[in-house]
DNA sequence: TAGATTGTTAATCGATTAACAATC
DNA sequence: TAGATTGTTAATCGATTAACAATC
């Protein structure tokens, strides 16, 4: 018997998820879904190993055939499930500052299956706005908010003299993970995750590659 | 003879990396730099293993003493010198939008000894502004500008279907680093380094990871 | 059957952690 | 000297890559 319940979040690996949008996006561009389609040629179109993407599609789906290679559709349905297309998770940004509007506008989320669907912020200015097509609150309304929606992500963008507190509204609002664009390590009880996100990384690292 | 040459940058991993301005910034709050600290006293305040601590450090500068510990004024020059703070690395955004705006305004990175020191865009309405005090200039003086800088850090923020275009301007113009914030994977020379951002894939891991 | 492709088991690699010898 | 601390060498861990057996 086949277990279809709702589907479950498996815990994939942060590289490994990186790399499912990417089959997605080259799945999805097919114009023939009907057939079937090998590792091999997945590799070579996204150039990646072979045998990572045999590994990657095991762990996603798990429905190869030898000499065959995967059927498309249900591999394009077993990737659409870990990306949680058919889950879709809320998450609400605290602080409509440059950061938070600017992760407002990205659509990328959707990719993943999350939805940003508020951001909060205490300039009285910005309360009642909708960029993006998405409503600004005002700070005051965090927790009343997240509890009503069963809201578990959330984004830290304010400043950093504030985040601390703002981290403990969302804990108590029943938040379960804090993506931390603010620069501090903030306490939370240990059964919270937090990321925090350090936005010059990147680019600092790419300057040390450059080294002549 | 101690080599105390201009300096030259080392090729941390980008772990270690991110946690060097954590020892910094612990060290620089000290109100008596004069004496010694330990790497166990300095794992504790930062909540890392101390074994940890004392291999990043012997990369970093290499002059513990048994029993003794770090002095903290040389240990604190090495690590000014690892952040490259005595040889500020200039960086260019190509994109005004939300993304371009926020790193603008975006004050970590001089904390790696990046400096941003312009953008450019299409838009007339934002060319010739200085938004948080860097100038905007038009994208056709792109080659004019990083050729005459020297520039060699970019950062690609524009839409999606005119970043393959301006990664060849960029290439063109001199830069050897690119981080990319266009969901698209740039073609780029081999010598070229690129680092494609994924926005949503932090909270796209956080969210993989509160399963209950 | 033969051979292409899968899935599994082993090897490699980088980073972290542990164990231990060196030393002030 | 004794003992705290460093630095080194070995073990662990996760991810990637390679080798190979299973199979359609």
New binding site residues.
């Given amino acids: 018997m086949e277990d279809i319940k709702p589907t479950e979040k498996k815990n994939f690996?942060r590289?490994?998820l990186s790399r499912i949008p990417h089959y997605r996006k080259y799945l999805s561009s097919l114009s023939d879904k009907e057939g079937y389609i090998?590792?091999?040629v997945l590799a070579n179109k996204l150039s990646l190993?072979?045998?990572?993407v045999?590994?990657d599609?095991?762990v996603i789906s798990?429905?190869?055939?030898?000499?065959?290679?995967?059927e498309i559709k249900p591999l394009l349905l077993s990737i659409e499930n870990a990306l949680g297309k058919d889950r879709i998770s809320e998450a609400v940004i605290v602080g409509a500052g440059k950061i938070g509007c600017a992760l407002l506008e990205f659509d990328g989320f959707l990719d993943y299956g999350i939805n940003i669907v508020a951001a909060f912020d205490t300039d009285s200015h910005k309360i009642g706005t909708f960029p993006s097509g998405k409503p600004i609150f005002g700070t005051d309304k965090i927790k009343e908010y997240c509890t009503e929606h069963n809201t578990r992500l959330a984004v830290i963008a304010v400043p950093t003299r504030s985040a601390q507190e703002v981290c403990d509204i969302l804990v108590s609002s029943g938040i379960k993970a804090i993506w931390n664009f603010a620069r501090i390590d903030l306490k939370v009880p240990k059964d919270i995750k937090v990321y925090r996100e350090d936005l010059a990384l990147s680019l600092a690292h790419l300057n040390s590659l450059i080294n002549d």
Same sequence: chains 1, 2.
């Fill in positions: 690996s590289a490994l090998s590792a091999t190993g072979e045998v990572q045999r590994k599609l095991a798990g429905e190869g055939r030898p000499r065959i290679g995967y």
